[in-house]
């Protein structure tokens, strides 16, 4: 019997992971992850929790379909519950090898390149890669067989009938698969809810020909670093139009120069200079291609917008360009971004003004395509948000409508537990799925209790009394002292020293043993002040008492 478990990335956008086992076999198709929300302070990333990977011992593999975050960025937290390689194309295994650096992992020879159309045995498994396009190069999609049958997983598509690079989705490999027959379909739906068919990526040409002709200072594009097909683009048209090209930002520069030793990106000689060269260059001489697309704090386009930046200065002639989405919930932050620009008396285009942005994702005609070639007799929709999942299916039946024996479609849900067998396909119960909070300054997991600790203390703010015990006696020495940060109410000083007088009491009326047991009358004092300010200022701030033995 095949079990396959989605692990992460149905019912949300990020953390795509998805486990497939056949007696002892498990292998993990992509490891992703999820960015933090406004109300997770601390968190930099999210990744899938691993329990059900743990409990099937270690999987034998791990399977990439591409380089973007969403699909390796947790690839250091799942490697040490993975006993065998990890298959993924040359540039998607180049952006994880950092990765893996970064967090002390030598896996260097667990890492095997491998090509569209090459084919990997992993016990009752075959894995064959089949070439995808998208919004990055080297992304494929997956035709797995198992004693079930064949499973295909799309991975992340469009259908770009003029790459960039010249390397064109496999429709006759689909079609080919379709023909002989397909047990499963998981298909990617993040933007089932677009009409008609998603551009080509050289749609973004003609916008970015008039911003290059039209712009008289320095011209500095923000991009997601992993687009290198955009990069490759701006590159061109800077080459045409006589620019320098800097990479500014640490993920640019390093995902520019892999791409470049791949052969991934092309740059002509003497267009590149470094970011330290731009400011002896005239301004209408350079392109500045940097991150913080999204508004993130530290990158470089929120300290040049602030003139923070060592090297790459705004002017009053400059332009800037956002190429890229704006991922739900960091409209603010790219707002504030974008006044600062403003500030600096520079223009900003975005995707609302210019189409200087295509997504990589196909719209519905194509994932409508997808079935067609496909011909599955199981649909489950991946990728995406209930909604998206949803419209998949409502798209699917039209597509489905003539044909008998009609496809079958599991609306999955993350841990929801698929059984395929003689018998057909059927939801077989619940694995144990969630997210897993990481830290990076700590590379550690923050827990639920320290998530909320955060929340309270943004929240309530932080009260510390600071009580003085005599060792012996058990005797309270001095007046309680309380210490406040991030509370404030209305006649605090009064509320303070009623605070003071309140666990002076406490502590009279503990016995000894309890005042001279340290973790007796911490408690006692936590929750009579608690109380004491819940109900005379209705804030419930995080107490800490502090017992200092004289």
Not at 86 to 111: C, F, N, Q, S, W
Not at 195 to 210: D, M, W
Not at 297 to 316: E, T
Not at 428 to 440: S, W
Request: contains cysteine.
């Amino acid at each position: 019997m095949l079990e396959v478990v989605p692990l992460g990335g149905l019912g949300e956008f990020g953390m795509n992971m998805l486990a497939l086992t056949w007696g002892e076999t498990t292998i993990v198709v992509d490891a992703g992850v999820m960015f933090p929300e406004p109300d997770m302070p601390g968190v930099d990333l999210i990744i899938p929790d691993l329990t059900y990977v743990q409990q099937h011992g270690r999987a034998a593999a791990l399977v990439l379909t591409h380089g973007h975050e969403d699909h390796i960025g947790a690839v250091p937290y799942v490697l040490p519950y993975v006993e065998g390689p990890v298959y993924g194309t040359p540039l998607t295994l180049a952006l994880v090898a950092p990765k893996l650096e970064e967090h002390g992992i030598d896996a260097a020879t667990r890492l095997h390149a491998v090509h569209p159309r090459d084919r990997v045995s992993i016990g009752p498994f075959e894995i064959e890669f089949i070439r995808v396009t998208h919004s990055m190069p080297d992304c494929v999609a997956l035709a797995i067989s198992t004693p079930a049958g064949l499973v295909v997983h799309t991975g992340d598509f469009k259908i770009d009938q003029t790459p960039i690079d010249g390397e064109h989705f496999d429709v006759h490999r689909f079609a080919e698969l379709g023909q002989s027959g397909v047990l499963a379909l998981f298909a990617d739906s993040t933007n089932i809810d677009r009409r008609g068919f998603t551009g080509s990526e050289l749609e973004v040409v003609e916008a970015f020909e008039e911003i290059f002709t039209s712009a008289n200072g320095r011209l500095i594009v923000a991009a997601f670093s992993s687009s290198i097909y955009r990069m490759q683009i701006l590159v061109d048209l800077a080459s045409q139009f006589d620019r320098k090209v800097a990479f500014v930002g640490r993920g640019m520069e390093r995902n520019s120069e892999i791409a470049q030793r791949l052969g991934y990106l092309k740059i002509p000689g003497g267009v590149q200079i470094r970011d330290s060269e731009v400011g002896s260059y005239p301004a209408q001489d350079v392109l500045c291609l940097c991150t913080g697309s999204q508004g993130e704090p530290a990158s470089a386009l929120s300290r040049i917008a602030i003139d923070d930046h060592r090297h790459v200065k705004l002017g009053p002639e400059d332009t800037v360009v956002l190429s890229a989405r704006s991922i739900p919930g960091n409209e603010k932050a790219i707002g504030r971004v974008i006044n600062h620009v403003a500030r600096r008396g520079a223009d900003v285009i975005h995707e609302g003004i210019k189409h200087v942005h295509v997504s990589g994702h196909g719209s519905e005609e194509e994932l409508k395509l997808m079935l067609s070639l496909v011909r599955p007799r199981y649909l489950i929709p991946i990728h995406g948000e209930y909604r998206q999942l949803s419209q998949h299916r409502r798209i699917a039946e039209r597509v489905f409508a003539g044909r008998d024996p009609k496809p079958e479609i599991l609306l999955a849900e993350n841990g929801d537990v698929l059984h395929f067998d003689a018998q057909g396909a059927r939801m077989a119960g619940k694995a144990p799925v969630g997210r897993v909070l990481i830290d990076g300054t700590r590379t550690g997991e923050v827990g639920d209790e320290v998530l909320r600790d955060r929340r309270h203390l943004a929240e309530d703010g932080l009260v510390v009394p600071v009580v003085a015990i005599n060792k012996q006696t058990g005797a309270l020495e001095g007046v309680p002292d309380i210490v406040t940060r991030g509370f404030v109410m209305e006649n605090g000083q009064e509320l303070l020293a009623d605070g003071g007088r309140l666990l002076a009491e406490v502590i009279e009326q503990a016995s000894v043993e309890e005042r001279t047991d340290q973790g007796l009358i911490k408690e006692k004092l936590r929750v009579e002040l608690r109380r004491f300010l819940r109900k005379r200022s209705g804030r419930r701030p995080l107490v800490l008492p502090v017992i200092m033995e004289i």
